[in-house]
Nanobody, 122 residues
């Protein structure tokens, strides 16, 4: 599994961005996948997770109702639609994949991408 995140950039309050995470290694196994984020001086925070089938999702409290996670069928490609962006959403966003679950615990994920920067200005 080789995860590559893209789609980050600069936005203003209220704007939308869409992140993409692709497994360039094209692993034959369908993984549970998720998004985390980290801003300077803060711990890595769970954003959203999705099961390998795409049926089950989970969201962090700070993004619930504004962000939507989805995936491309059983492929290890996921998206994060971020609407109504706020300055506090500014962070490096990481995608992750694992077999244990799609929840907020980092230990559930075995593989991590390099991250993509999202900056939201007021």
């Amino acid at each position: 599994v080789q995860l590559q995140a893209s789609g980050g950039g600069s936005a203003q309050t209220g704007d939308s961005l869409r992140l993409t995470c692709v497994d360039s290694g094209d692993a034959p196994t369908s993984y549970n996948m998720g998004w985390f984020r980290q801003s300077p001086g803060k711990e890595r925070e769970f954003v959203a997770g999705i099961s390998w089938s795409g049926v089950r999702t989970a969201y962090g409290d700070s993004v619930k109702g504004r962000f939507t996670i989805s995936r491309d069928g059983a492929r290890n490609t996921i998206f994060l639609q971020m609407d109504s962006l706020k300055p506090e959403d500014t962070a490096i966003y990481y995608c992750a994949a694992g077999l244990a679950g799609w929840g907020r615990k980092q230990y559930e994920y075995d593989h991590w991408g390099q991250g993509t920067q999202v900056t939201v200005s007021s």
